[in-house]
């Protein structure tokens, strides 16, 4: 009984549009297929990378350790690094690490340095604000099967 009302409650909100869903991913689901076969399926997850700080003051080391979780050896891997301090971001940085081998491990780092950092260190030097420092990485890399 209650998957009958289940069922009727579904069916009733989907005919007065309060749920949407996209000729696509409809088309995707009826026809029991997968998200690759849509074309807006997203890169298999290969990596994982933990995120470690160096000394941070009016310049910041930023170092990855970047590990291949796949037995498919990567291609053109780099890193781009994007650093935030209370919020507010301060500078990028760009490292080009080459290939790692299956289930291998490299390490990529590079250094912050801008104007608005030093500000920023400067204004917590002074006492003026906290220093809590968050970073954002991107590591791109190609693949061959």
């Not at 549009?17 to 409809?26: D, E, L, Q, S």
């Not at 026809?31 to 990596?47: D, F, I, W």
């Not at 801008?114 to 030097?125: A, D, G, I, P, Q």
Request: with cysteine.
């Amino acid at each position: 009984m209650t998957r009958s009302l289940a069922g009727m409650l579904l069916a009733a909100t989907v005919a007065t549009g309060v749920i949407a869903v996209t000729p696509a991913a409809a088309s995707a689901s009826e026809l029991g297929q997968n998200a690759q076969t849509s074309g807006t399926a997203a890169r298999p997850h290969l990596l994982d990378y933990k995120i470690y700080f160096g000394k941070c003051e009016d310049t910041c080391r930023i170092k990855v350790r970047i590990k291949s979780v796949t037995r498919l050896r990567l291609y053109d891997v780099s890193l781009n690094a994007r650093l935030w301090v209370n919020g507010k971001k301060v500078g990028t940085c760009y490292d080009y690490v080459g290939s790692i081998r299956p289930k291998g491990v490299r390490w990529a780092g590079c250094t912050v340095r801008s104007s608005k950092l030093s500000t920023m260190w400067n204004r917590y030097l002074d006492g003026e604000i906290d220093f809590n420092t968050e970073t954002k990485t991107n590591v791109h890399y190609e693949w061959y099967s």
